[in-house]
T-cell receptor, first 112, second 114 residues
């Protein structure tokens, strides 16, 4: 399968713990995006990478959130000191250039 | 800043009936337009996109949409729906340049009844 993959698919954690999610984009895609989707809402943009450079971050991305894309391949999204309000589906998407973004299946985070 | 409004949060339809899901957007610049579908506990799948050219766009699974610049709308239509079309549908816009991040509407839940 050559689509976008995300791991883990589900994560349950206790408030205050750190979590890290991984996204493997489609191999030839140089653009990578993270979005967050809460129940009953559309996805909201978090951050954007072009190759290894993080070029844009949303104001939604507090200082507890950090994302990396070493060597322009896979990407990780880390949340430190999780809060119950962080519970959401975290979606990764990749794109070759102009137009369509291809989405992964998402990581559902539950903070207890 | 851009925004997208999906005018119906839920649309119930009988099987084999036509359906229209409405989407209006606001932007001070030209945009690309998209419709995505999301099945339960899955990521988003592209149904169709408008980048340029003909304002009537055909997508997968028999869906089509028409871009109306004067009304800033991009409504999604299907002439005859199936049970398998039951899902959440999202309209989205992006800039033509830069990050081209997607700005999504709130979604429309399409429920097909037998």
């Amino acid at each position: 399968d050559t689509g976008v993959s995300q791991n883990p698919r589900h994560k349950i954690t206790k408030r205050g713990q750190n979590v890290t999610f991984r996204c493997d984009p489609i191999s030839e895609h140089n653009r990578l995006y993270w979005y967050r989707q809460t129940l009953g809402q559309g996805p909201e943009f978090l951050t954007y990478f072009q190759n290894e450079a993080q070029l844009e971050k949303s104001r939604l991305l507090s200082d507890r959130f950090s994302a990396e894309r070493p060597k322009g391949s896979f990407s990780t999204l880390e949340i430190q000191r999780t809060e119950q309000g962080d519970s959401a589906m975290y979606l990764c998407a990749s794109s070759p250039a102009v137009g369509e973004q291809f989405f992964g299946p998402g990581t559902r985070l539950t903070v207890l | 800043a851009q925004s997208v409004t999906q005018l119906d949060s839920q649309v119930p339809v009988f099987e084999e009936a036509p359906v229209e899901l409405r989407c209006n957007y606001s932007s001070s610049v030209s945009v690309y337009l998209f419709w995505y579908v999301q099945y339960p506990n899955q990521g988003l799948q592209l149904l169709l996109k408008y980048l340029s050219g003909s304002t009537l766009v055909k997508g997968i699974n028999g869906f089509e949409a028409e871009f109306n610049k004067s009304q800033t709308s991009f409504h999604l239509r299907k002439p005859s729906v199936h049970i398998s079309d039951t899902a959440e549908y999202f309209c989205a816009v992006s800039d033509l340049t830069g990050a081209q991040k997607l700005v999504f509407g709130q979604g429309t839940r399409l429920t097909i009844n037998p």
